[in-house]
């Protein structure tokens, strides 16, 4: 009679991985009857040490003392280091891609929406690095994506999920990273680092898995790079105008008073826009025209569009004049609505300044208050900069403050039929209190068009 091993659940695995799920295989060997759990689902390398446990169990179990035909598998090993301008240096783990990359490190609140976070252009140039401390559980899949890549700089988490449990995953976080060549790291503590970015706001660093390199030598490099006055923007933006039709989809559609009655021309400029923001839009009944962040002003007056949304986008905003400028010749033309980086751009048009805050904001959990309703909205928010409201002409209102720390979150400007947030509305990931923004910009072009 065939001798099984028996293991625990996966929702009870402990942190030293010593048992894991309770599908059964059998042994290599032949002759053995026994049978090990299966590890095709798991990736490497902590299959490696679940299998040698369970290979040790196995000869337990058939009483051999001789373990020397086992095949000695190490745990992984800290492979990888993030080294900070301020010269602290973290060892971990490696997955996704191997080298070395440079970027500004910043923490994000999320619960959820890792893949979302990964497409998301305005983190160009940037380690996102995930407070929530287990990641990789619902691995990833084709219909999360909101850009048609990753332009992170990398991933910091402090626990790599050893498996994917979602019914719509594809393939693991790890699998994801590899294939886009994107970095990222585990085992490390990220609460420790928070602390250090809050304390002393976000730093660059470099993130390496080449030993031949020393730390004084990644040192220098994160205290040589920078990110400010550099324009992120060209690099995420399309290259040539499309048309986008795609609604959000009938069985994840949350707004059932979203109308489609009217057909609206929205001409939209992609700063690094979010697909989540498009599908909205065409929730709405918009029409829309995706122009390149280099798009002439005329140009977008030529196709007489009944608005212009400026997109959210990676960087500073003082460092794009070309788009400042941009959005000065619309303005006062046609209603215009912006967000993120395209309400920072609307801030500099009117005349305002900007300013680079000490860590920002990016999680999806940021309370704001609106001032027109009196309400107060939960947000998903990922930006660097903020609009200075003391430098903001008569006339031009703040709408919604941060209720963290009371910056400028939203402007509008009646005469000028404008209006702009500096979050995100369509929050993919993140709550929905904020998707009426986008029925206020249906009614100034209603307005507008009447």
Known sequence: ??????????????????????????????????????????????????????????????????????????????????????????????????????????????????QEILTDPSYAGQFVLMTNPHIGNTGVNPDDEESRQCFLAGLVIRSLSICTSNWRCRESLGEYLAKRNIMGIYDVDTRAITRRLRQDGSLIGVLSTEESLTDEHLLDLARKWKIVGVDLITGVSCDAPYEWIEKTNTEWEFNKECSHSENFHVVAYDFGIKHNILRRLAAYGCRITVVPSTWPASETLNLKPDGVL?????????????????????????????????????????????????????????????????????????????????????????????????????????????????????????????DPAFKEFIQLMKANKA
């Open 1 to 114: 009679m065939a001798t099984f091993l028996r293991f625990p659940s996966p929702t009870t695995i402990p942190r030293d991985g010593s048992f894991l799920s309770s599908s059964l295989v059998p042994l290599q060997n032949p002759s053995s009857h026994s049978f090990l759990p299966s590890f095709s689902s798991i990736p490497a390398p902590d299959a490696h040490r679940l299998c040698l446990k369970a290979q040790a169990a196995s000869g337990a179990v058939h009483g051999h003392s001789d373990r020397n035909d086992l095949v000695e598998r190490p745990w992984k090993t800290n492979d990888a280091r993030l080294v900070l301008e301020d010269g602290s240096i973290w060892r971990a783990k490696s997955f996704g891609a191997s080298g070395t990359q440079v970027g500004e490190v910043v923490f994000n609140t999320s619960l959820t929406g890792y």
């Open 310 to 434: 400026f997109s959210n986008g990676p960087g500073d905003p003082a460092a794009v004049p070309y788009a400042v400028q941009t959005v000065k010749e619309i303005i006062g033309k046609v209603p215009v609505f912006g967000i993120c980086m395209g309400h920072q751009l609307i801030g500099q048009a009117l005349g305002g300044r900007t300013f680079k805050m000490k860590f920002g904001h990016h999680g999806g959990n940021h309370p704001v208050g609106n001032h027109v309703n009196g309400r107060v909205e939960i947000s998903a928010q990922n930006h660097n900069y903020a609009v200075d409201p003391a430098s903001l002409p008569a006339g031009v209102e703040v709408t919604h403050r941060n209720l963290n720390d009371n910056s400028c979150a939203g402007l509008a400007c009646r005469e000028l039929n404008l209006i702009s947030l500096q979050y995100h509305p369509e929050s993919s990931p993140g709550p929905h209190d904020s």
